[in-house]
């Protein structure tokens, strides 16, 4: 299975933007279906958004939409997460995570559904 390595996390201000980036290793990236999360400390994983095998569907989380956006680059082993417009409560470590599928249309949105999870990049976005 692939590993992951997420990259671009630091200390922004607020409004703000940065890009994070997610480096599969592996042959087969393009089976899998990825996934950005994060969490705060003292709470749980929440999800920031999916995208298929394909690409071609996205889901957002409601404290994201309109704000971030994911992309992927399946020739480069890369998916990206442009944060814009970014506010303290987005402060966070994020985690890539990755599910091999064979639905090439699917996203999915339950921590549990990923087995695969890099080691998270840490996000501050000062007030």
């Known amino acids: 299975q692939v590993q992951l390595v997420e990259s671009g996390g630091g200390l922004v201000q607020a409004g703000g933007s940065l890009r994070l980036s997610c480096v599969a290793s592996?042959?087969?990236?393009?089976?899998?279906?990825m996934g950005w999360f994060r969490q705060a400390p003292g709470k749980e994983h929440e999800f920031v958004v999916g995208?298929?095998?394909?690409?071609?569907?996205?889901a957002y989380g409601d404290s994201v939409k309109g704000r971030f956006t994911i992309s992927r680059g399946n020739a480069e082993n890369t998916v990206y997460l442009q944060m814009n417009s970014l506010k303290p409560e987005d402060t966070a470590v994020y985690y890539c995570?990755?599910?091999?599928?064979?639905?090439?249309?699917?996203?999915?949105?339950?921590?549990?559904?990923?087995?695969?999870w890099g080691q998270g990049t840490q996000v501050t976005v000062s007030s």
């Open positions: 592996g042959r087969t990236f393009s089976s899998y279906a």
């Open positions: 995208i298929s095998v394909s690409g071609g569907m996205t």
């Open positions: 995570a990755a599910k091999g599928t064979r639905d090439y249309s699917r996203t999915y949105y339950r921590a549990d559904e990923y087995p695969v």
